[in-house]
């Protein structure tokens, strides 16, 4: 079915209120945040949202307040006619679309902060992105009070981030982490690989394929540091690629796992994370793992 498309927050409210007090005690809203220019991993959320929820949001909004001065706020790919029909079809039933006014009437001088989770990886490498999605995911958490929100593990500090926040602030909200869709030849999905050309995203296989290997060199005895250069030197086996950072945290905490231990010591899950840029293209992916899958 075709879903609505609301774009004032009052009126989003309104369609939610009406949806609860129909359903009483069983009413299930389920949030799903995006930027739009919707893709199969998407798609995952909002289906996984409509079958868990009598009632799922999804909002496309652009967010300018976590981008930097020089990232690509501007040129962020939109397809508003798309991403609707994406939606119908995965099973949304509200569409919130908010124009920047709506969403920010003036500089808004209240911003959510998470510390910790956000020192490294995305939060060391682009200041203030995280204080931007935690302070939008906050104003959606109290526009929709969904009873559940979904977000993707490409984005795995996101996820920490946005979990950390829900438990300090008490938001009656469950965080529900959603694994990472890949193309077949294993490239993850991201709104940003439309940017890539042809030989750029051939050499950026070598992120996914790098990564596919990470769970077995841990279980060879690879320390961190030992991993790190594994990896780094993986990828700089492509000429176009220009490696951000390559990490290994702890899952999701995101602290440093023991130096003095191989990493398949580890008790807590780790994160083995990556950001490369292929020409004006940044693109990230990781690897989770739980204790379990490396003995
Ligand atoms: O992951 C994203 O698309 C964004 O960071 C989010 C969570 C929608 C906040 O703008």
Redesign the pocket.
């Known amino acids: 079915m075709t879903p609505k498309v609301v774009r004032q927050i009052a009126e989003l409210r309104e369609e939610i209120a009406a949806y609860r007090r129909a359903h009483a005690a069983s009413a299930q809203v389920g949030l799903v ?3 739009g220019y919707l893709h199969e991993g998407h798609a995952s959320l909002i289906r996984r949202s409509a079958e868990e929820n009598g009632l799922t949001v999804l ?1 496309i ?3 300018p307040i ?1 981008f930097g001065p020089n990232e690509d706020f501007d040129r962020y790919p939109r397809d508003e006619e798309r991403d609707l029909k994406v939606a119908a079809e995965a099973g949304a039933n509200l569409v919130f679309l908010p124009s920047v006014t709506e969403m920010y009437p003036d500089k808004p001088r209240t911003t959510v902060s998470v510390s910790g989770v956000t020192e490294r990886l995305c939060g060391a490498s682009r200041p203030g992105h995280f204080d ?2 935690a302070t ?2 906050s104003k ?1 958490f109290h526009i929709v009070q969904p009873d559940r929100a979904y ?2 593990l490409k ?1 795995a500090q ?1 996820v920490s981030v ?1 979990a950390r926040m829900t438990e300090d602030l008490n938001f009656p909200v469950d965080i529900v982490p959603c694994p990472i869709v890949r193309e077949q030849d294993g490239l993850a999905l991201s ?1 940003r690989n439309v940017y890539l050309n042809p030989e750029e995203r051939r050499q950026a296989l070598i992120l996914s394929q790098t990564l596919s290997q990470v769970a077995g060199w841990i279980e060879d005895g690879m320390s961190e540091a030992e991993l790190t250069v594994r990896i780094r030197g993986r990828i700089r086996s492509q000429p176009l690629a220009d490696i951000e950072y390559v990490e290994v945290a702890t899952y999701p905490e995101l602290g440093h796992p023991p130096a003095d231990r191989p990493l398949r010591e580890s008790r807590e899950p780790l994160l083995v994370a990556l950001a490369v840029r292929f020409g004006k293209t940044r693109l990230i992916d990781n690897v989770l793992l739980f204790p379990s899958e490396v003995k």
Do not use: A, E, H, R
């Open positions: 945040p995006t930027m909002s909004f652009v967010n976590q931007g999605v939008v995911v959606l977000f993707g984005d996101q946005i709104s």
